[in-house]
């Protein structure tokens, strides 16, 4: 191997977004490239290697166990070239650059709204954002793939940072015309004879309701795994059952009363949206700025659009948060 004489920057680039993919098709066109040229590329990088990066599985194609090793690398290898572009274009200060964020699938119903604000205030600063589940956002911080992650709780499992910047509730949604939508302050054991439908296992929202199914000492009599918030919203409004979700991701459902929330007693549960980074990363200017509008804007933007769906007047604030502020 001579990565030195032979490796170019492009053949990573185009390796990583076929690895994302596991599509030469798919590469080629986010790419705006032909999957010939595509294909060409990733042979001659296979070539410099002198192992094989992919390997044919049906109609699509897999990384092979040098794949896998390859594309970390790679992602760190790009990451750092980004680092290198940003901090010369942070030469020119905080208002241009390049800011990538990685959200939790929960996120992605309000922080887009926000990485818009941000945007018409910066005009000069691109925001790049993608949406994964919390492991893969994991790795993205550690291959230096995104600046930034937004998620429910600070990673033990790396050396990240994180801060605290809105509150967030667990809510108890029901169908429409459920018979509970009225009562006040109910016990979780009136909901005894309740199908509940709950995200898959290691979700973060699997981990709450199965919290408080402990906490209330309560077990319910049927549990449906489903594998998305949109497709458990849309079996509760057909009645399959109930479910505990973020109120943040009901904007839609609660303006159209296509849904109900109960009020069920040690409801809602609180917990906490942090904006994390890897300790040892130094943001540009740019990012440090957006991190300062996320730890801003965050909690006042949720609490305008959300809090007067919640039923209970005593409700706590969450920990770190008293009025919307730290």
Known sequence: MNFVRNLTLRQLQIFVVAARHLSYARAAEELHLTPPAVSMQLKQLEDNVGLPLFERMGRGVALTGAGELLVHHALRILGEIKDAEASLQALGGAESGQISVGLVSTAKYFMPRLLAKFAQEHPGVDVQF???????????????????AIMGRIPQEIDAHGEPM??????????????LRDARRFEMHELRHETFLLREEGSGSRRVAEEMFKNHLFTPARTISMGSNETIKQAVMAGMGISLLSLHTLPLELKTDALCLLDVVGTPIERTWYVVNMSAKRLMPAAAKFRAFLLDETA?????????????????????FVGGKL
């Open 130 to 148: 993608s949406v994964g589940n919390r492991q893969a956002l994991l790795q993205k911080l550690q291959d230096n793939a995104i600046d930034l």
């Open 166 to 179: 809105a509150c967030h509730p667990y809510v108890l949604i029901a169908p429409a015309d459920h018979p």
């Open 300 to 320: 006042p933007s949720l609490e305008n659009e959300f809090n007067r769906h919640l039923l209970n007047p005593e409700r706590q604030p969450c920990p770190y």
